[in-house]
């Protein structure tokens, strides 16, 4: 669900300070944390190297859509986007070019796309508002499979390339295939089979 969060902002901070990152903080109403994003790149001209605080003047509704800043996350989609972004990270501490290793990338972008998913599948019974039918759930989380095999045979084909170390490769094949084995054992618990 998209919503426009502008009247429920209360104050924020923007900091590009250190290149090639900008920070942010957005305190909005009804939240004592604030929301935080990091992002590669630099503001616009007008903001690089600057560190910018703002207030906003304006009346504050609380926004029911604000709930989705802290989201409940199920056990399995949480573990696939901890993992896909493990190896995100690791890839870019080994100054590996997505765009330029098309496997490294396929593997990363499909495990990213796994979570995604998953997201969209389990999310909604974490927070308490599940389908009535469990149909589906069932049927999104057979769309999580497809990245999920596609993220395998990137991986598959990174090995022989020596791209990643050989336990950081060992570990995202169990974490795959154990991702994998979760995803088919909840569908078949939700089918009243498990």
């Known amino acids: 669900m998209a919503f426009r969060i502008h009247d429920s902002v209360v104050r924020g901070e923007i900091d590009n300070r250190e290149k090639g990152i900008v920070r942010g903080k957005i305190w909005v109403m009804g939240r004592e944390e604030p929301v935080t994003l990091e992002l590669k790149g630099n503001a616009w001209p007008d903001l690089a ?3 910018l605080k703002f207030n906003n003047p304006s009346e504050l509704t609380k926004h029911s859509g604000l709930d ?18 493990k190896y995100w990270h690791l890839a870019d501490e080994l100054d590996l070019d997505q765009g330029e290793h098309e496997d490294l990338g396929q593997f990363i972008f499909e495990f990213q796309t796994t979570g995604v998913k998953l997201a969209g599948a389990l999310n909604g019974i974490a927070e308490g508002h599940a389908y009535e039918d469990n149909s589906f759930t069932v049927a999104y989380l057979k769309r999580a499979l ?29 974490e795959l295939f154990e991702i994998r084995e979760g995803i088919l054992k909840l569908m078949d618990e939700l089918r009243g089979r498990g």
Do not use: W, Y
């Open 49 to 51: 190297g600057c560190l």
């Open 68 to 85: 989705s800043l802290n989201p409940m996350s199920h056990p399995l989609q949480h573990r696939c986007f901890e993992s896909a972004q």
């Open 146 to 174: 497809d990245p999920l095999h596609k993220s395998q045979a990137g991986l598959e084909a990174v090995a022989p390339q020596k791209l990643l170390p050989n336990e950081a490769i060992t570990e995202a094949r169990r």
